[in-house]
C-alpha cells in the first residue's frame, strides 16, 4: 500500500501562483510514476501532469502546459505540482496518484493504483 497526502490547495487570485505537494509513505517512492489529476465540479476527473519514476521525463495536459510543472524529490518521498498564470477554470479538487506501471496511457485513470484524497485549490476572478 502506498498512502498519498496532498497539501498546499487554498484561494488565490486569477493569475497567481500555487504549489501543490503530495507526501508519499508505505513503499518505496521510487518505484512508482507520480501524477497529478483534477476534478471541477459536475465534471469527471481528467489528467493534469505526470513524472517518470526517475523524474527524467514529465507529461501535461495541453490545458496546463507551459504553466504547471511536475517535479519529484526522491528522497523526500514528494512530489510537487508549481501552479502559475492560474485561471479561473482551473479551479478543482486535485488528486495526487501514485502508478507502479504507466504507460503510454498515462491519462487514463485506471494507469494508477493509489489516489490520494484531493485538495480543493479555487481562482477567483
Known amino acids: 500500500q502506498v498512502q498519498l497526502v496532498e497539501s498546499g490547495g487554498g484561494l488565490v487570485q486569477a493569475g497567481g501562483s500555487v504549489r501543490l505537494s503530495c507526501a508519499a509513505s508505505?513503499?518505496?517512492?521510487?518505484?512508482?510514476?507520480m501524477g497529478w489529476f483534477r476534478q471541477a465540479p459536475g465534471r469527471e476527473r481528467v489528467f493534469v501532469a505526470v513524472i517518470t519514476r526517475s523524474g527524467g521525463s514529465t507529461y501535461y495536459a495541453d490545458s496546463v502546459k507551459g504553466r504547471f510543472t511536475i517535479s519529484r524529490d526522491n528522497a523526500k518521498n514528494t512530489v510537487f505540482l508549481q501552479m502559475n498564470s492560474l485561471k479561473p477554470e482551473d479551479t478543482a479538487v486535485y488528486y495526487c496518484v501514485a502508478g507502479a506501471y504507466v504507460s503510454s496511457n498515462y491519462r487514463f485513470t485506471g494507469e494508477y493504483d493509489y489516489w490520494g484524497q484531493g485538495t480543493q485549490v479555487t481562482v477567483s476572478s
Open positions: 508505505g513503499r518505496t517512492f521510487s518505484n512508482y510514476a
